[in-house]
């Protein structure tokens, strides 16, 4: 068995009772030639982005990318911006939240659940609703945000994590699932322990009292992402199959 993370492993160990020489580790990797960052620079290219979307250029502008729905949490997002609003009301001039997918699972039973929670937060002026893209487009989104936040309740990994630092643009996530290793707390992003929207408001807050801030960790999330292309996953996977029939020779030998 392949776990994406030594934590999964971990609990296919102890909740079902897996062999131990039989569940291998490899890190799912996401397409680094289409998720990259502009080749004239994270700063250049996030401004580049934003012109291609015409989203305005000094804008803090948080990222949810992903499939609407109670496990993926855009309603934290959106009670921490209506926190960070109610605490600094002047941000409201140079703020823009892309919410970017459709709705998914258990989300389909009240598809317009996030743009009604945003009408009765009052920020349905600053929130972007956007349906589902295309990766060339998704790209430019990730590259025109100033951080992706994503507070999901339960990620196996979080590609849209590495895809984001792929880009050059860091990551504030819960800290669950693979999302500790898709992202480097303090380095390329936050990880933020649990759900409470007043932690996401208190870390969007640094990025809004350093605009360079986004620069430096997307500088710092891109390289991070390097080592999580498909030809990384893609050879660490093919080495796993191909030590199989050894193993089984050796069993047999013994």
Partial sequence: MIANTEKEAEELLRHYDADTGR??????????ERFRADASGVEAGRAAARSRLGLPQDALIPLFVGRIQPLKAPNVLLRAVARLLEQRPRLRERMVVPVVGGPSGSGTARPEGPQKLAAHLGISDVVLFRPPVGQDQ???WYRAASVLVMPSHSESFGLVAVEAQACGTPVIAAEVGGLPVAAQDGVSGALVPG?????YAAALSGFADDPRRSTRMGEAAARHARSFGWDTAAAATADVYAAVPHERRLRRIS
């Fill in 23 to 32: 569940v291998a580790v490899v890190h799912p990797g996401v397409n680094l």
């Fill in 195 to 199: 759900h409470n929207p007043v932690d």
């Fill in 138 to 140: 998704l790209a430019d």
